[in-house]
């Protein structure tokens, strides 16, 4: 639980935090026609008659959008209503050809749902918070206005004209900028587990409008701004501590929050006026009268229910029991869709490989991907995308280190070769094979002890961390190719004689 607190002038603050997150739906085709959805085709490009509003044009509802915008409310444990239906809200903006959007406003397709975040990575098990989400509705997203293409006017993109949109609207539950990065990150983690939007918030596909006010701890809410397309998760977190306190610099001037749409400038860092704040009444919602309201059959849910994947609160209990993992790196494995897959893809194969048990390799498999292999990855330009970096070599390098074939340091400078030369994988692997000649070792270990005989006194003296250098100047002596853990177990032997 968070304890987040703003110290004013005048006393402490809390502030108060509801996100409204758009995100949106992979599919091929957009919401209510069949136009393409492909992120940076040329302007104007993915746009059919409905899209550009032309007479006499009926919107048609995609079934793949109903079914992603279930799937994702059947993810986060929300109602899911049998009934609903489409309103239209009334504005005009130039980039809005029909003159009003089709949303949901009084009936959506979602209702009340939660998820629960992880507030410390460090702790997964003992800081987390339950968020309520209020409801999720499909809509469509309006175009895109290009301001730098013309010196004196303003061109439109009608490209994301119809995208399919879910809006989904958080409780205001949150109480600090960590709650509200925390809530996005997850969030984003289901969308992007349940496949139902790709979680791309530079690309906009996933943007979320910050609602921030602020009161004195156990006072009624205060008046609330809100903060348009906020596309990262970092740029949340800075909104909401950069509003809060302009908020109470606001109050403790003896001025009064306005309810207003702000915009975030992220090179100043702060938030600025865009309009006043309208409400529900001013867009003028009526049912839509060219569509009929959506009703959901159980065979229909059903099949939602069943094409759900395992999702990460579920994923991360299983590595935990199931493998044996800690907390925190069955957390940081399911953060992302593709580091679990790579995790579970490594893991049966280097299970096929060595005839050992999952529980046995799970850790041995993490601590390569998580630590050993990311170290790897970060010296090298191409990173995780470097065509070598195949399941197979990364298979071949773990199975060898956990048979004592190889030792893990060696892996690791193994691994590095391999990506930045052409050298042969399993030769390398088997020129550095490890020793337990018991005989050759014990034999540098009885030199090395004769050539430092101050440092044996020392640590016969009561200097125990000398065992560390011991250690070291026979592996050195080995050419680091004996097994640590005989020379741990040889060197003990001959130290305490």
Request: aromatic share 6%.
């Amino acid at each position: 639980m968070s304890n987040y607190r703003i110290q004013g002038a005048t006393g402490e603050w809390e502030v108060v935090i509801g996100l409204e997150v758009h995100a949106q739906v992979s599919t091929q085709a957009k919401l209510f026609s069949g136009a393409a959805t492909a992120f940076g085709a040329e302007p104007n490009s993915q746009v059919s008659l409905v899209d550009a509003a032309m007479p006499g044009m009926l919107p048609v509802p995609n079934r793949e959008c109903i079914r992603q915008a279930v799937r994702t409310g059947m993810a986060i444990n929300a109602q899911i209503n049998k009934w609903s239906r489409f309103d239209r809200k009334n504005y005009f903006y130039a980039d809005l050809p029909q003159g009003y959007q089709i949303s949901q406003l009084y009936h959506p397709i979602v209702g009340e749902g939660a998820i629960e975040v992880i507030l410390d990575e460090k702790d997964p098990e003992g800081s987390t918070k339950t968020i309520g989400i209020e409801r999720i509705h499909v809509e469509q997203d309006a175009g895109k206005l290009m301001h730098d293409q013309h010196p004196t006017m303003s061109y439109v993109d009608l490209n994301r004209s119809g995208v399919a949109l879910m809006e989904i609207v958080s409780r205001p539950d949150m109480r600090s900028p960590a709650e509200a990065g925390a809530y996005v990150a997850k969030l984003r983690q289901i969308l992007r587990y349940v496949g139902s939007c790709d979680g791309n918030m530079d690309q906009g596909s996933m943007r979320a409008d910050v609602n921030v006010s602020v009161r004195r701890p156990g006072e009624p809410f205060g008046t609330r701004t809100e903060t348009k397309n906020v596309n990262s998760v970092r740029f949340v977190m800075a909104v909401v501590e950069q509003e809060a306190m302009r908020q109470v610099g606001v109050i403790e001037d003896g001025g009064t929050v306005v309810q207003e749409t702000r915009l975030y400038d992220p090179d100043k860092n702060e938030t600025r006026s865009m309009r006043s704040k309208e409400d529900a009444h001013d867009y003028r919602y009526f049912p839509d009268p060219d569509l009929l309201p959506l009703e959901l059959d159980d065979a229909f849910l059903e099949e939602c229910r069943a094409s759900l994947p395992e999702l990460p609160d579920a994923k991360r209990h299983r590595y935990e029991t199931a493998l044996g993992l800690s907390p925190y790196d069955a957390a940081q494995l399911t953060l992302e869709v593709e580091t679990y897959q790579q995790f579970e893809e490594m893991l049966a194969a280097v299970v096929k490989a060595s005839g050992k048990g999952e529980r046995d390799l799970a850790k041995r498999v993490a601590n390569w991907l998580l630590s050993e292999r990311a170290g790897v990855l970060k010296s090298i330009p191409e990173g995780a995308a470097h065509p070598k970096n195949t399941v197979a070599a990364n298979t071949a390098l773990i199975v060898a280190a956990s048979e004592g074939t190889i030792s893990g340091s060696k892996a690791k400078e193994i691994f590095a070769a391999y990506l930045t030369s052409d050298i042969d994988l399993a030769a390398e692997i088997d020129a550095n094979k490890q020793t337990s000649d018991t005989g050759a070792i014990e034999a540098a270990i009885a030199q090395i002890l004769a050539d430092n005989a101050d440092k044996l006194a020392e640590y016969k003296g009561g200097k125990e961390a000398l065992f560390g250098f011991f250690v070291g100047q026979t592996m050195k002596a080995m050419q680091g190719k004996a097994n640590p853990q005989v020379v741990n177990e040889l060197l003990r032997k001959a130290l305490a004689n």
